[in-house]
């Protein structure tokens, strides 16, 4: 996690394109890392999208599932699109899906017969 303090290696990127150290941190912090490198919800898909209200990764299926259930606050990104600095600083102060899971855990609000829609309208989420 950075400090406030810590110059954010994405300031100033292209905004077309994603750049070389957006793929790199991507890489690293998603498709390397145990707990991200799959889908939070089904936990059967490869991670290919970012849930940026929670900080959380995603496969496609359950990305548009999202995007279809809650349309009016969903946001997420594929994780190929281009991140601006304040995106990719949520995305790597939120923990990823491991702590989102144990915060659920914490609330009784993870519960794996519960479906995308009752998950996320818990109180805990």
């Given at each position: 996690m950075e400090s406030k303090d810590t110059v954010s290696p994405f300031i100033d990127l292209p905004i077309m394109a994603q750049s070389p150290e957006q793929s790199?941190?991507?890489?690293?912090?998603?498709?390397?890392?145990?707990?991200?490198?799959?889908?939070?919800?089904?936990?059967?898909?490869?991670?290919?999208?970012?849930?940026?209200?929670?900080g959380t990764y995603?496969?496609?299926?359950?990305?548009?599932?999202?995007k279809k259930?809650?349309?009016l606050i969903t946001r997420v990104k594929a994780i190929t699109e281009v991140f601006d600095?304040?995106?990719?600083?949520?995305?790597?102060?939120s923990g990823g899906n491991i702590t989102f899971i144990e915060w659920m855990r914490q609330y009784d609000g993870y519960v794996k017969q519960f479906t995308i829609e009752e998950r996320y309208k818990s109180d805990a989420a």
């Open positions: 790199a941190w991507f890489k690293k912090h998603v498709l390397e890392h145990p707990e991200n490198a799959y889908c939070l919800d089904c936990k059967r898909g490869q991670a290919t999208h970012a849930n940026m209200l929670n995603l496969c496609t299926a359950c990305a548009e599932e999202h259930l809650f349309p600095e304040h995106q990719l600083r949520t995305l790597a102060c």
